[in-house]
T-cell receptor, first 114, second 114 residues
Framework: KQEVTQIPAALSVPEGENLVLNCSFT??????LQWFRQDPGKGLTSLLL?????REQTSGRLNASLDKSSGRSTLYIAASQPGDSATYLC?????????????FGKGITLSVRP | DTAVSQTPKYLVTQMGNDKSIKCEQN?????MYWYKQDSKKFLKIMFS???????INETVPNRFSPKSPDKAHLNLHINSLELGDSAVYFC?????????????FGEGSRLTVL
């Protein structure tokens, strides 16, 4: 059974800092990995999708990497801004059976201080 | 032109009542999902439908019954509501089969059972 872990649960940084959010998963046989952002009281917004054959994806100040063999992904946020404050969730999708669904981590709540 | 829309956004009801949450997507996606986010913000899949066919049915009480009249709609009906059903329910959709593509989420429906 796939398990996704995101540590720490919360992070507070000053504005302008570059930061890395970590995600680890137990079953390396994944189809893809997706990073989401959730603002309080809102739904999830997809940030980046990495297919199993890819090693990274970039969008603006965000860069996500994937290392399947070690069961890890990182989301790098450059030059953080107060508007980046939100909860960031990582989710992995497997190939077959019970793991074919998207399994979420519990998220990292990021606070960027002005 | 909301992509995935859910109604109602808020629902407050008494224990024992029956309620429904509706979801519609205008993205032309084949697969739709219901996720539950509990008080600890943990997201867990409940159901997945592909072209109106049930694909994933997690261990969810029989009181929860999804219905997909067409591939653009996936409604969730809950019978005999219990206090523990209080949560935010998210609808999502993705293109292709349930193994492929990126997930797009609705804004969520916050259910409070008194």
């Amino acid at each position: 059974k796939q398990e996704v872990t995101q540590i720490p649960a919360a992070l507070s940084v000053p504005e302008g800092e570059n930061l890395v959010l970590n995600c680890s998963f137990t079953d390396s046989a994944i189809y893809n990995l997706q990073w989401f952002r959730q603002d309080p009281g809102k739904g999830l917004t997809s940030l980046l999708l990495i297919q199993s054959s890819q090693r990274e994806q970039t969008s603006g100040r965000l860069n996500a990497s994937l290392d399947k063999s070690s069961g890890r992904s990182t989301l790098y946020i450059a030059a953080s801004q107060p508007g980046d404050s939100a909860t960031y969730l990582c989710a992995v999708k497997g190939y077959t059976g019970a793991n074919s669904k998207l399994t979420f981590g519990k998220g990292i709540t990021l606070s960027v201080r002005p | 032109d909301t992509a995935v829309s859910q109604t109602p956004k808020y629902l407050v009801t008494q224990m024992g009542n029956d309620k429904s949450i509706k979801c519609e997507q205008n993205l032309g996606h084949d697969t739709m999902y219901w996720y539950k986010q509990d008080s600890k913000k943990f997201l867990k899949i409940m159901f997945s439908y592909n072209n109106k066919e049930l694909i994933i049915n997690e261990t969810v009480p029989n009181r929860f019954s999804p219905k997909s009249p067409d591939k653009a709609h996936l409604n969730l009906h809950i019978n005999s509501l219990e206090l523990g059903d209080s949560a935010v329910y998210f609808c999502a959709s993705s293109p292709g089969t349930h193994r492929a593509g990126e997930l797009f989420f609705g804004e969520g429906s916050r259910l409070t059972v008194l």
